[in-house]
């Protein structure tokens, strides 16, 4: 029974100790291969300096040491989501054309923000992470429902309507502080694969979890905050000068 957090750990490799983690780089050639392949597509338009950026987050979280981070730590795999959700994928979508952005949006804003709150608040509850953890499929079925139903949320943040991007930045920006405030006050380890994996970090189980909870209400909300905050001066450019109203 002792071993078995770690043999929890599927894709990301087993759980790291201080000493071997600068070495523990993800070289999986599928990954490699569709890294290579979407800098191939923005190779033709170097200029869009946010496209390279979403890359090399990517490359960030899925090849660098901060994978198999993720495996020993719940708060590192918290940055990791936080960096994918709201760093990844909305850098990603700012590098693509205006229309084309406005091809992919089939959500209105309200609709985005319950289908990515879904996402979230599932993937961390303590069973379906503990399964998506546990084998292959079930960890790229959680990156891609939480990549997907974000681009949805930042797909209404990005588009022209700015009424629905406040509601999509608003709405998203609640709910991520909410289950991070959830996550911080537990009072108890919520998560099995981590239970014996952060002693060498000099963390417990608990405080790990903690932190994650932190990172989440913080550090995730805040790109939405930044986003909520860029609507509302957006929206009050659009209200009548009070001065020429008098006039």
Do not use: K
């Amino acid at each position: 029974m002792q071993n078995e957090p770690a043999s929890l750990i599927a894709y990301c490799g087993a759980p790291p100790v201080p000493a071997t983690l600068a070495g523990a780089w993800n070289l999986d050639p599928v990954l490699l291969a569709a890294l290579a392949l979407w800098a191939g597509l923005l190779l033709r338009h170097p200029g869009r300096i946010a496209g390279w950026s979403a890359w090399m987050l990517a490359v960030l979280v899925f090849v660098s040491p901060l994978c198999n981070l993720t495996s020993a730590l719940f708060s590192a795999r918290v940055v990791h989501h936080v960096l994918l959700t709201a760093a990844i994928v909305p850098l990603a979508l700012a590098g693509l054309s205006a229309r084309l952005r406005e091809r992919l949006q089939v959500l209105g804003p309200g609709a985005a923000v319950l289908l990515h709150a879904a996402a979230m608040w599932a993937w961390h509850a303590p069973g379906p992470y503990a399964w998506a953890l546990s084998t292959v499929p079930g960890y790229w079925l959680m990156q891609a429902t939480l990549a997907g139903s974000a681009a949805a949320v930042w797909l209404c943040v990005l588009g022209a309507e700015r009424g629905a991007a406040t509601i999509a930045a608003g709405g998203t920006f609640l709910q991520m502080g909410f289950l991070g405030a959830i996550i911080l006050f537990a009072g108890q380890p919520l998560y099995a694969p981590h239970l014996l994996t952060t002693a060498p970090w000099g963390l417990s189980a608990l405080a790990d979890q903690q932190l994650a909870g932190l990172v989440m209400w913080v550090l995730g909300a805040l790109p939405y905050m930044g986003a909520l905050l860029w609507q509302a001066a957006r929206l009050a450019e659009d209200l009548p000068d009070p001065a020429e109203a008098a006039r």
